[in-house]
């Protein structure tokens, strides 16, 4: 959530964000009104019982006649103090129920616009002239077939549309980029974490994972848990109601974690092979930082991106996510395409979100700097999704018979091999 002080200090500026967003604009002016009743309501509240207070003071002195008359008097204040107390617990409810509707403030280099209105800020690697090397390339799905590393037919049988079973070198493709991942991200300082897959509400919550996004999650009624769609829940409820020395930052986390998403609104998208799906895993990296030093941290965060997305030797780009595309914690978000040779575009493998000091209020996470305590700065960083991860190797390093080159990077962790070989033909 963002500072309420800012809010009343700048409501132009929340409402600039909120239109940028293509969110609702009203509902700053309604939560402005709600905090003003808030504030009032508990001044109201403090003067009754300091009265209240002042009047229990004077009855044991007073005399017969006066005691009743005050005894009348504490009765009425006792009521007023009752109503100014609900009146009060109420505007603070509906102030906190807007203030966790509204999105974080977009950070003033977004760009404006809708899903397509992002800006390209570089392009890395070279794309393959297929026609060049005299042959067309197979998509994704075949090569899988082809090698015996991907069965979709099997994983709808199974368990429905939109999953899959990696098998063979598919599977040990899959543990080959985990291990990798980690293995950088290890060296880069971070922490290996290995995360739950079910959280509380209060978790994906105070994520900022049941606004906007509520209707991709998972929720498992009988338990009130619900199924992440991505390590950074709880990478980021972690250090929830925690206060963390300044000292001790940056904390940084690698989190390798199944992810569950509905993919609510993406009917007819994607459907064929495993670019989207109900059920993946991916290494994620989450940090926590100074406040001062979120956007510093937020380019290190894409320059480990594309450092792995350039050890994997794929060709990609890098853009900066428009304000109407951001999620509700994101303050900016850039995303690390890759190209995809039969769906001739660049598809997102990589994302990085500065969440300022959104999610840390909303979790209750904050540093002591000195006697000073205050929120601290939350990001995120996509570090490698397994299965557009595979994508996009087989892709863009298949050969002419359906073999594939393996990446250089990966080739330690798996056995030394240079070419994954066809099984099938």
Same mark, same amino acid.
């Given at each position: 959530?963002?500072?309420?002080?800012?809010?009343?200090?700048?409501?132009?500026?929340?409402?600039?964000?909120?239109?940028?967003?293509?969110?609702?604009?009203?509902?700053?002016?309604?939560?402005?009104?709600?905090?003003?009743?808030?504030?009032?309501?508990?001044?109201?509240?403090?003067?009754?019982?300091?009265?209240?207070?002042?009047?229990?003071?004077?009855?044991?002195?007073?005399?017969?006649?006066?005691?009743?008359?005050?005894?009348?008097?504490?009765?009425?204040?006792?009521?007023?103090?009752?109503?100014?107390?609900?009146?009060?617990?109420?505007?603070?409810?509906? /102030?906190?129920?807007?203030?966790?509707?509204?999105?974080?403030?977009?950070?003033?280099?977004?760009?404006?616009?809708?899903?397509?209105?992002?800006?390209?800020?570089?392009?890395?690697?070279?794309?393959?002239?297929?026609?060049?090397?005299?042959?067309?390339?197979?998509?994704?799905?075949?090569?899988?077939?082809?090698?015996?590393?991907?069965?979709?037919?099997?994983?709808?049988?199974?368990?429905?549309?939109?999953?899959?079973?990696?098998?063979?070198?598919?599977?040990?493709?899959?543990?080959?980029?985990?291990?990798?991942?980690?293995?950088?991200?290890?060296?880069?300082?971070?922490?290996?974490?290995? /995360?739950?897959?079910?959280?509380?509400?209060?978790?994906?919550?105070?994520?900022?994972?049941?606004?906007?996004?509520?209707?991709?999650?998972?929720?498992?009624?009988?338990?009130?848990?619900?199924?992440?769609?991505?390590?950074?829940?709880?990478?980021?409820?972690?250090?929830?109601?925690?206060?963390?020395?300044?000292?001790?930052?940056?904390?940084?986390?690698?989190?390798?974690?199944?992810?569950?998403?509905?993919?609510?609104?993406?009917?007819?998208?994607?459907?064929?092979?495993?670019?989207?799906?109900?059920?993946?895993?991916?290494?994620?990296?989450?940090?926590?930082?100074?406040?001062?030093?979120?956007?510093?941290?937020?380019?290190?965060?894409?320059?480990?991106?594309?450092?792995?997305?350039?050890?994997?030797?794929?060709?990609?780009?890098?853009?900066?996510?428009?304000?109407?595309?951001?999620?509700?914690?994101?303050?900016?978000?850039?995303?690390?395409?890759?190209?995809?040779? /039969?769906?001739?575009?660049?598809?997102?493998?990589?994302?990085?979100?500065?969440?300022?000091?959104?999610?840390?209020?909303?979790?209750?996470?904050?540093?002591?700097?000195?006697?000073?305590?205050?929120?601290?700065?939350?990001?995120?960083?996509?570090?490698?999704?397994?299965?557009?991860?595979?994508?996009?190797?087989?892709?863009?390093?298949?050969?002419?018979?359906?073999?594939?080159?393996?990446?250089?990077?990966?080739?330690?962790?798996?056995?030394?091999?240079?070419?994954?070989?066809? /099984?099938?033909?």
């Amino acid at each position: 959530m963002i500072d309420l002080r800012l809010l009343r200090e700048d409501p132009d500026r929340v409402r600039a964000s909120q239109r940028a967003r293509g969110e609702d604009v009203a509902l700053v002016d309604a939560l402005l009104s709600a905090d003003e009743r808030r504030r009032s309501s508990g001044v109201r509240f403090d003067e009754l019982r300091n009265e209240q207070k002042s009047l229990g003071k004077l009855i044991p002195k007073a005399s017969a006649e006066e005691k009743a008359e005050l005894l009348k008097q504490a009765g009425q204040l006792a009521a007023d103090v009752k109503t100014a107390d609900a009146e009060r617990d109420a505007a603070d409810a509906e /102030t906190q129920e807007l203030l966790l509707k509204l999105g974080n403030l977009v950070h003033p280099d977004v760009p404006v616009g809708g899903e397509e209105d992002f800006v390209t800020l570089e392009t890395h690697g070279t794309i393959r002239d297929f026609g060049a090397e005299g042959f067309e390339p197979k998509d994704h799905l075949e090569l899988g077939q082809i090698l015996g590393a991907i069965d979709v037919e099997r994983g709808a049988k199974v368990s429905g549309s939109r999953f899959y079973f990696l098998t063979g070198v598919g599977a040990l493709l899959e543990l080959a980029l985990v291990n990798a991942a980690i293995a950088q991200a290890t060296a880069a300082g971070f922490t290996p974490m290995l /995360t739950p897959a079910l959280v509380r509400p209060q978790s994906m919550a105070g994520t900022g994972f049941l606004g906007q996004a509520a209707q991709d999650v998972y929720h498992l009624d009988k338990d009130d848990l619900y199924l992440v769609g991505t390590s950074e829940v709880p990478l980021a409820a972690y250090h929830m109601d925690e206060i963390i020395d300044a000292e001790r930052l940056p904390l940084r986390y690698a989190g390798f974690s199944p992810c569950f998403r509905r993919e609510a609104g993406s009917h007819g998208k994607d459907t064929k092979g495993i670019f989207r799906v109900h059920q993946f895993d991916k290494v994620e990296m989450f940090s926590y930082v100074h406040p001062d030093d979120s956007e510093a941290e937020h380019q290190r965060l894409l320059e480990w991106e594309k450092q792995w997305l350039t050890s994997l030797e794929l060709p990609f780009r890098v853009i900066d996510v428009a304000t109407g595309d951001l999620g509700s914690s994101a303050a900016r978000k850039f995303d690390c395409e890759a190209w995809i040779p /039969t769906q001739g575009k660049y598809r997102e493998l990589t994302s990085t979100s500065d969440c300022t000091e959104f999610q840390s209020r909303r979790l209750s996470i904050r540093l002591r700097e000195g006697k000073q305590v205050r929120p601290l700065a939350t990001l995120n960083g996509t570090l490698c999704a397994v299965p557009r991860t595979i994508v996009a190797i087989l892709e863009n390093h298949q050969q002419a018979d359906g073999s594939v080159r393996v990446p250089e990077v990966l080739r330690p962790y798996l056995g030394g091999r240079e070419v994954l070989e066809p /099984t099938a033909k």
